[in-house]
């Protein structure tokens, strides 16, 4: 059974950095790419980006210029930093699975992790 | 970017009625790239249909996928309590991939 188990700071002030970490569990690494989206209260849902499990990435041009993913093989956990957050950026984040390394869906996701920027 | 528009943004129906929910996109989508998934309150979202008509696995067979092009259909054949969600669709065939804004279905 594969598990996701996503942690991160919950609070940050304007002009901080997001960071959130995600550990996989129950299934292999290699062989998928890993995702963050994300959901602001009450929206729907904004795919941030992926990456695999030898750090090949790809993101959302929306982002782009703010988002940095990187993977840790040796811990089967990957990680999402966002710079320069702002009101706009408060969301829950998710980590979540795509089912292969092609164009796939998302098939396991992580519980989710609220992140509110505020002063 | 493809954009996907849902439609209707809320849908009221009883338990035991069909649902049709709308997915239409901005440009043609691959069949084989389009998702569905339900998010309940409080909850991640849960893969439905992937390939526009393939259920995923433990998916009740309520629950059918159809369509092509840029106009893509979900159907709830009777619906049960714990439909009652938000639907979403999903491109993964281009980058960005994109969502659709949801469908609300709620108890009338």
């Known amino acids: 059974q594969v598990q996701l188990q996503q942690w991160g700071a919950g609070l940050l002030k304007p002009s901080e950095t997001l960071s959130l970490t995600c550990a996989v569990y129950g299934g292999s690494f290699s062989g998928y790419y890993w995702n963050w989206i994300r959901q602001p209260p009450g929206k729907g849902l904004e795919w941030i980006g992926e990456?695999?499990?030898?750090?090949?990435?790809a993101y959302n041009p929306s982002l782009n210029s703010r988002v940095t993913l990187s993977v840790d093989t040796s811990k089967n956990q990957f990680s999402l930093k966002l710079s320069s957050v702002n009101a706009a950026d408060t969301a829950v984040y998710y980590c979540a699975r795509t089912a292969g390394l092609g164009s796939e869906p998302i098939d396991y996701w992580g519980q989710g992790t609220l992140v509110t920027v505020s002063s | 970017e493809i954009v996907l528009t849902q439609s209707p943004g809320t849908l009221s129906l009883s338990p035991g009625e069909r649902a049709t929910l709308s997915c239409r996109a901005s440009q043609s989508v691959s069949s084989r790239y389009l998702a569905w998934y339900h998010q309940k309150p409080g909850q991640a979202p849960r893969l439905l249909i992937y390939a526009a008509s393939s259920r995923a696995t433990g998916i009740p067979d309520r629950f059918s996928g159809s369509g092509s092009g840029t106009d893509f259909t979900l159907t709830i054949s009777r619906l049960e309590p714990e439909d009652f969600a938000v639907y979403y669709c999903q491109q993964y065939g281009s980058s960005p991939r994109t969502f659709g804004q949801g469908t609300k279905v709620e108890i009338k």
């Open positions: 990456i695999n499990h030898s750090g090949s990435t």
